[in-house]
């Protein structure tokens, strides 16, 4: 089966750079104190991941095929379609974004930018942004687990490596593959 090229380099040193940029971030913000050195290097995070996911969206309307969101805009429909056929196992094998990851990547973008918002507003003395700020992180963490539940149920679901595929760039084409 021949492997063809579906992430892009930006997208894919975005989407690694993004991984561990949020680990840190979220492992200093549970362990260290708010005004110790280490919370300095959460907040440059916070604006650098911020910046990143602006960089992403300007990515998603003039980067290659699979990387613009025209490619994984589906419809409300093509969501419910994708769900009730992922529980009855019917849902087609998606070579981009499917339906399902498709939603849960704009929320994730959403968030990251919600969260590095919020987070500027706190250090610009907004006491009223600290809430706000714990409620978008939180749901940002719930929506990666989320994320991360879903790759490997549909690593297993259609015995295809998709962590490997996000570092190669590379799927197998098949031809009952769907792009949305
Ligand atoms: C080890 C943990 C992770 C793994 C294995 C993983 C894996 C993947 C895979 C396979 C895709 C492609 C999904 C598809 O086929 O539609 C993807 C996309 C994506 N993931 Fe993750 N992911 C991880 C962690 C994260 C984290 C922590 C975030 C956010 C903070 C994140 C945000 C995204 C985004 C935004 C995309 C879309 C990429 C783009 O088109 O720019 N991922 N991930």
Redesign the pocket.
């Known amino acids: 089966m021949p492997r063809v090229l579906i992430?892009d380099l930006p997208?894919r040193i975005?989407?690694w750079l993004?991984?561990i940029g949020?680990?840190i971030s979220a492992a200093i913000s549970v362990t260290a104190d708010n005004d110790s050195p280490l919370f300095s290097a959460h907040m440059i995070l916070g604006v650098v991941l911020g910046a990143m996911v602006l960089l992403?969206i300007v990515w998603g309307f003039v980067g290659t095929r699979y990387?613009r969101f025209t490619s994984f805009l589906f419809s409300p429909l093509s969501l419910m379609r994708y769900v009730f056929g992922a529980l009855k196992g019917s849902e087609p094998r998606?070579i981009?974004?499917?339906a399902g990851?498709?939603y849960g990547?704009f929320a994730?973008?959403g968030l990251?930018l919600a969260t590095a918002g919020t987070g500027m507003m706190i250090s610009a003395g907004n006491e009223a942004a600290e809430e706000l700020h714990e409620i978008v992180s939180y749901s940002?963490m719930a929506v990666?687990a989320v994320?991360?539940v879903g790759?490997v149920w549909?690593s297993l679901r259609h015995r295809e490596n998709?962590?490997l595929?996000?570092l190669t760039g590379r799927k197998e084409s098949t031809l009952n593959s769907t792009n949305g």
């Open positions: 992430w997208t975005f989407h993004l991984t949020f680990l992403r990387a998606s981009g974004h499917n990851s498709s990547i994730m973008l990251v940002l990666v994320h991360i790759v549909y998709i962590t595929s996000m």
